[in-house]
């Protein structure tokens, strides 16, 4: 299919390397020049046309860019739309009706589930999980244009978005941020730089590794899983001075109290706070 790219960042342009395999890219632009032309190199094609030529020639068109601009680049891109048409956004909260529905022009969101800290070139083995709703073309086109052998595929209700784009930001932003909070401790009981990188994430990649395989329950350990209030009595004492850590140490004990252990194991709990 003929695809042409608008925004040229991190989570567009590495897609777009991979969409080249099965693709034919129009070309890309991006309101950056620099940017526009580190795509054009990645992506490894010669001749870029204008931007008029993009939006005329692409037979479906993908806007990478930043969630609060994609209606504007949109409104610039629409004038220049010949015949049917299919146009794509990669936000993963904001769903397809923020294009506006027309005749011979076919809307849907596509959502890598992925963090892209950077620009990369992946490699053949890489996966990415893509999420896609709205118009039927629309999620047909999408089914032909993300190939099999490095994107799987799943469906998305579009009220379910905001839930949806949570559950990665809890699973990779806020992780970043409790990696933080325990590098934070770690200095504070003395550690060096070396320790804080090999044993937290030694410990980090060991709890994921027990959660994977024996589920959440039976992948805890510490304090809250053995029942131990005394030991947890005195990390909030520890933690006094600490007011963000200590909000933060409530609020995901009380989480693994009411949502991970038994009935039972919560009773011993009744003492905490939480």
Same mark, same amino acid.
């Given at each position: 299919?003929?695809?042409?790219?608008?925004?040229c960042g991190?989570?567009g342009?590495t897609?777009?390397?991979?969409?080249?395999?099965?693709?034919?890219?129009?070309?890309?632009?991006?309101?950056?020049?620099k940017n526009?032309?580190?795509?054009?190199?990645?992506?490894?094609?010669?001749?870029n046309?204008?931007?008029?030529?993009?939006?005329?020639?692409?037979?479906?068109?993908?806007?990478?860019?930043?969630?609060?601009?994609?209606?504007?680049?949109?409104?610039?891109?629409?004038?220049?739309? #010949?015949?049917?048409?299919?146009?794509?956004? /990669? =936000?993963g +909260?904001?769903s397809?009706?923020?294009?506006? !529905?027309e %005749?011979?022009?076919?809307?849907?969101?596509?959502?890598?589930?992925?963090?892209f800290?950077?620009?990369?070139?992946?490699?053949?083995?890489?996966?990415?999980?893509?999420?896609?709703?709205g118009?039927?073309?629309?999620?047909?086109a999408?089914?032909?244009?993300?190939?099999?052998?490095?994107?799987?595929?799943?469906k998305?209700?579009?009220?379910?978005?905001?839930?949806?784009h949570?559950?990665?930001?809890?699973?990779?932003?806020?992780?970043?941020a409790?990696?933080?909070?325990?590098?934070?401790?770690a200095?504070?009981?003395?550690?060096n #730089?070396?320790?804080l990188?090999?044993?937290? /994430? =030694?410990i +980090?990649?060991?709890?994921?590794?027990?959660? !994977?395989? %024996?589920?959440?329950?039976?992948?805890?350990?510490?304090?809250?899983?053995?029942?131990?209030?005394?030991?947890?009595?005195?990390?909030?004492?520890?933690?006094?001075?600490?007011?963000k850590l200590?909000?933060?140490?409530k609020?995901?004990?009380?989480?693994?109290?009411h949502n991970?252990?038994?009935?039972n194991?919560?009773?011993?709990?009744s003492?905490?706070?939480?």
């Open positions: 299919m003929k695809i042409g790219l608008i925004g991190k989570v342009t897609i777009f390397y991979l969409l080249k395999k099965n693709n034919r890219i129009i070309g890309v632009y991006d309101k950056l020049r526009q032309n580190r795509a054009v190199k990645l992506l490894g094609f010669k001749q046309p204008c931007f008029t030529e993009l939006c005329t020639e692409s037979e479906a068109l993908f806007f990478a860019t930043p969630d609060d601009q994609i209606k504007t680049a949109y409104n610039k891109a629409r004038p220049f739309f #010949k015949g049917k048409k299919v146009v794509f956004h /990669f =936000s +909260i904001l397809s009706s923020i294009f506006k !529905k %005749k011979n022009i076919s809307r849907a969101s596509v959502h890598p589930f992925s963090s800290p950077e620009i990369t070139l992946p490699p053949p083995e890489k996966k990415f999980f893509i999420f896609v709703e118009d039927k073309k629309a999620v047909a999408a089914r032909k244009i993300f190939n099999s052998k490095s994107f799987v595929f799943r998305i209700d579009r009220r379910k978005k905001s839930k949806h949570l559950a990665g930001v809890f699973s990779s932003n806020l992780l970043v409790l990696i933080a909070a325990a590098c934070d401790l200095r504070q009981a003395g550690w #730089k070396k320790d990188n090999d044993i937290i /994430f =030694s +980090i990649e060991e709890t994921l590794h027990n959660v !994977k395989k %024996k589920g959440l329950r039976n992948g805890l350990s510490g304090p809250l899983a053995r029942g131990d209030v005394k030991v947890i009595k005195k990390h909030l004492r520890a933690l006094k001075k600490e007011k200590l909000r933060v140490y609020a995901l004990s009380a989480l693994i109290i991970i252990l038994t009935p194991e919560r009773k011993q709990m003492e905490l706070d939480f």
